[in-house]
T-cell receptor, first 112, second 114 residues
Framework: GIQVEQSPPDLILQEGANSTLRCNFSDSVNNLQWFHQNPWGQLINLFYIPSGTKQNGRLSATTVATERYSLLYISSSQTTDSGVYFCAVVSYSGGGADGLTFGKGTHLIIQP | ETGVTQSPTHLIKTRGQQVTLRCSSQSGHNTVSWYQQALGQGPQFIFQYYREEENGRGNFPPRFSGLQFPNYSSELNVNALELDDSALYLC?????????????FGEGSRLTVL
């Protein structure tokens, strides 16, 4: 099956800093999503971005499908940005409803 | 617009018992999928339901089963619980139909098996 690697695994930043989270995947994809998991466990949908660039406030994401990676940018970090960020994909070759394959996540801590 | 809701939020069972988890999909969504998230790991796909039929399944044994109802709500049933079934169970809904579209998740049901 498709492999999803996220980096870095852990990131500690001061409030106000900017960060870039990376997601590499091993096969062509037709679905890519970024999620933020809050301390209570809920997965918050950040972006649905199988290709191209999107922005939502302080967050933006870019997926370069031909090179099999996606980047999530967080600018002017706030303590509420802390949590685990997941990248999840569906491969073209999977066929049917194979579900999302998640990476192991990036654990982000924003210190005041 | 009502989001995805799950119940119960927390529950404790003993090994060998059976459990049923429930999910109401986001209004307007016709597809429901379930994921298992062990501590410190990313979620893993269990199965997906569309038109009350399972149309995709991950690497989970048959003792994990599900239902989807005409109102698109869903249940996840796990029989003969094992200690390793302790996890956060996440339900997601979408407009995907037969495929995997943009998923929206509920807050999860945290199951502890003793």
């Amino acid at each position: 099956g498709i492999q999803v690697e996220q980096s870095p695994p852990d990131l500690i930043l001061q409030e106000g800093a900017n960060s870039t989270l990376r997601c590499n995947f091993s096969d062509s994809v037709n679905n890519l999503q970024w999620f933020h998991q809050n301390p209570w466990g809920q997965l918050i949908n950040l972006f649905y971005i199988p290709s191209g660039t999107k922005q939502n406030g302080r967050l933006s994401a870019t997926t370069v499908a031909t090179e099999r990676y996606s980047l999530l940018y967080i600018s002017s970090s706030q303590t509420t940005d802390s949590g685990v960020y997941f990248c999840a994909v569906v491969s073209y070759s999977g066929g049917g409803a194979d579900g999302l394959t998640f990476g192991k996540g990036t654990h982000l801590i924003i210190q005041p | 617009e009502t989001g995805v809701t799950q119940s119960p939020t927390h529950l404790i069972k003993t090994r060998g018992q059976q459990v049923t988890l429930r999910c109401s999909s986001q209004s307007g969504h016709n597809t429901v999928s379930w994921y298992q998230q062990a501590l410190g790991q990313g979620p893993q796909f269990i199965f997906q339901y569309y038109r009350e039929e399972e149309n995709g399944r991950g690497n989970f044994p048959p003792r994990f089963s599900g239902l989807q109802f005409p109102n698109y709500s869903s249940e996840l049933n796990v029989n003969a619980l094992e200690l390793d079934d302790s996890a956060l169970y996440l339900c997601a809904s979408s407009l995907a139909g037969m495929g995997v579209g943009e998923l929206f998740f509920g807050e999860g049901s945290r199951l502890t098996v003793l």
